[in-house]
């Protein structure tokens, strides 16, 4: 009964040729009452890795803000860009550190190294890599798209249609997600975002 009111959404993440798209809906809910119609759950980590997330947002901002300063430190002490796994890990070690009270958040980070990478992570920091993922309340629905279109080496035109379209799907079916789609992009030159209205 505790996790009566853990806010839904839904959150994808897709792996391209030269890249990754994360993308998630717009709306806050808590229950039966929708909270706001208009929060981003998109992340710039690094330059070169983003994350989305359904769940508890302040946990999440929380948990970017942390990762995000740890990343510039050993950016600095390395000289070289953090690779997408190392953020992966880092948000790993301090939502397993928090697992008496997590964070309750559920996590897609993605991001472009020598290739594109995708790692889900749960509020108690187990690390799962994939090609493609879904994460919150309406990612059966998003799961199920996905899995029937996805093809290895997309386009950038491709993912970003597919997410799109996935994040639709969960949004007919699932009441805590809805209101918009945020989408962000990560290439290995740049990260984009963008907003479409449903």
């Known amino acids: 009964m505790a996790f009566q009111f853990m806010p839904g959404a839904t959150a994808v993440g897709i792996s391209f ?3 990754v798209v994360l993308a998630s809906e717009k709306r806050v809910s ?3 009452f929708v909270v706001n119609k208009n929060t981003k759950k998109t992340f710039q980590v690094t330059d070169h890795v983003g994350a989305a997330c359904a769940g508890m947002i302040a946990d999440m901002q929380i ?8 990343a510039k430190i050993r950016k600095l002490e390395t000289r070289r860009m953090v690779p997408p796994n190392s953020i992966a890990k880092m ?4 939502m397993f550190e928090r697992r008496f009270f997590p964070l309750l958040t559920q996590v897609i980070v993605g991001g472009i190294d020598s290739n594109s990478q995708i790692y889900t992570l ?3 920091g187990s690390v799962l890599p994939d090609e493609y993922a879904a994460v919150g309340s309406g990612a059966e629905m998003a799961l199920g ?14 993912a970003k ?7 639709k799907s969960s949004v007919q079916r699932d009441s805590a997600s809805g209101d918009g789609i945020d989408l962000l992009v990560v290439r290995r ?3 984009l975002e963008e907003s479409h209205k449903l």
Do not use: H, T
């Not at 948000?91 to 301090?94: A, E, N, P, T, Y």
């Not at 798209?145 to 491709?158: F, P």
């Not at 249609?161 to 994040?167: D, G, P, Q, T």
């Open 63 to 70: 948990l970017v803000r942390q990762v995000g300063a740890l």
């Open 122 to 124: 749960d509020p108690l």
């Open 91 to 94: 948000m790993s070690v301090i």
């Open 161 to 167: 249609a597919l997410a799109i379209k996935a994040i």
């Open 189 to 191: 030159d740049q990260q």
């Open 145 to 158: 798209i996905m899995d029937s279109e996805y093809k290895a080496k997309m386009s950038e035109q491709s």
């Open 17 to 19: 040729d030269s890249g």
């Open 30 to 32: 808590y229950g039966n």
